[in-house]
């Protein structure tokens, strides 16, 4: 079974940056293309951003395209998402899993939280 770490969000003002990170406890999950999903208050979990295993192909959802990045280093288990122009309805918990079914156990999420 996978584990994940999510970490690196924060409250910021629309038009700012995060990086997130997502730390996979095994190797195994390097074999895996993977996802970041988010989930708004009051809205289900939504899958915004893929990556192949090998990293070499990504995926965007309309609502992200051109802002925000998927990127991995599979030598550290660690699946990368740089969100650039940041508006209030990126507000949400962001979450790394497999990219499709059958998912591993959920991580606990990281905050991110965009207000003037």
């Known amino acids: 079974q996978v584990q994940f770490v999510e970490s690196g969000g924060g409250l910021v003002q629309p038009g700012e940056s995060l990086r997130l990170s997502c730390r996979a406890s095994?190797?195994?999950?390097?074999?895996?293309?993977s996802g970041w999903y988010r989930q708004a208050p009051g809205k289900q979990r939504e899958l915004i951003a893929s990556?192949?295993?090998?990293?070499?192909?990504?995926n965007y959802a309309d609502s992200v395209r051109g802002r925000f990045v998927i990127s991995r280093d599979n030598t550290k288990n660690t699946v990368y998402l740089r969100l650039n122009s940041l508006k209030a309805e990126d507000t949400a918990v962001y979450y790394c899993?497999?990219?499709?079914?059958?998912?591993?156990?959920w991580g606990q999420g990281t905050q991110v939280t965009v207000s003037s």
């Open positions: 990556i192949t295993n090998g990293g070499v192909s990504t």
């Open positions: 899993n497999s990219a499709r079914p059958p998912y591993f156990s």
């Open positions: 095994t190797t195994i999950f390097s074999l895996y293309d």
